[in-house]
């Protein structure tokens, strides 16, 4: 039974630095891509980024690019995201996906982890 269980979401003030994390359990981590999304309250779930199962490819959303850092420890199989200079607008719930192919699109993930809330504080 595959698990996706993600940390690190708190209160931070804008221009703030947060870490998220990941951790799988029940699939065979390196075999697959690894997307974070958001979704803010009256908000469709949006893309964020996403990680290939070797860690060599990386895509993101315009929205982050220059800010928020995707990587992942196969060896933990644990996913990361790293982000910096935090908007408010920042503000939703992040979740982790699993997927056999890097994809940008919700209805292309298998597994979803419940997610953890981040806020960003003006």
């Known amino acids: 039974q595959v698990q996706l269980v993600e940390s690190g979401g708190e209160l931070v003030q804008a221009g703030g630095s947060l870490r998220l994390s990941c951790a799988a359990s029940?699939?065979?981590?390196?075999?697959?891509?690894m997307g974070w999304f958001r979704q803010a309250p009256g908000k469709e779930r949006e893309f964020v980024a996403t990680?290939?199962?070797?860690?060599?490819?990386?895509y993101y959303a315009d929205s982050v690019k220059g800010r928020f850092t995707i990587s992942r420890d196969n060896a933990k199989n644990t996913v990361y995201l790293q982000m910096n200079s935090l908007k408010p607008e920042d503000t939703a719930v992040y979740s982790c996906?699993?997927?056999?192919?890097?994809?940008?699109?919700?209805?292309?993930?298998?597994?979803w982890g419940r997610g953890t809330q981040v806020t960003v504080s003006s």
């Open positions: 996906a699993a997927n056999a192919m890097v994809a940008t699109k919700v209805d292309e993930y298998d597994y």
């Open positions: 029940g699939l065979t981590f390196s075999r697959y891509a």
């Open positions: 990680i290939s199962g070797s860690g060599r490819s990386t």
